[in-house]
């Protein structure tokens, strides 16, 4: 991608349970401007999420295809089990068509995208509290107890990177930390 196509690629990535779609939900319901990347992953939907609009659902052999002819712009196993990832073509699309990208992902994939493309913004997404990310992660019911204690495993080693990243927004109220994002992506917040 042309350096300065990629001053309009903006990632956010933080740890498990943080709202990153939550907040990304937020950007897509009120900054119509602003392109969410879809990623595709190979676990299974959980409830209310729908094809091509939470996630891509593949099966773990077309995600590896993908991953073998390069089509994907990063990808990761996430907490030890599913593959997630970004497929390139979709974002370079966005980017050619001068819009404002948003790629919400993980750490592993965040640290793929700084490798491939060291202009973008990188946005760390911080809980409050870590009492409070443990909340929301429980609070959600979509996790096994077991699963529940490897995602938080998993969110004390992506807590320590946060000074690989840019920029810290403490989601601490949705609507403050998707504006906050916004403004770090060059376009002004909506007022109400």
């Known amino acids: 991608m042309p350096a300065e196509s990629r001053s309009h690629v903006t990632v956010l990535a933080g740890p498990t349970a943080v709202g990153k779609g939550t907040i990304s939900t937020y950007i897509r319901d009120n900054y119509p401007e602003v392109w969410l990347s879809v990623s595709a992953t190979t676990r299974a939907p959980r409830p209310g999420e729908q094809e091509g609009v939470h996630y891509f ?63 973008a913004k990188f946005v760390f997404l911080a809980p409050p509290t870590w009492e409070e990310l443990v909340r929301r992660l429980v609070g959600r019911g979509t996790e096994s107890e077991a699963e529940q204690q490897r995602r938080l495993d998993t969110a004390k080693l992506e807590l320590a990177a946060e000074p690989e990243f840019d920029v810290t927004i403490v989601n601490d109220e949705i609507r403050r930390a998707a504006d906050e994002l916004v403004s770090h992506m060059g376009l002004t917040p909506h007022t109400r």
């Open 57 to 119: 659902f593949l099966p773990p052999e077309e995600f590896e295809s993908l991953v073998e002819r390069g089509e994907m712009l990063e990808w990761a196993v996430v907490h030890g089990q599913n593959r997630y990832g970004t497929i390139r073509s979709k974002v370079q699309e966005a980017v050619d068509a001068g819009k404002h990208v948003l790629l919400e992902i993980d750490l592993q994939g965040a640290r793929q995208v700084k490798e491939s493309m060291p202009e």
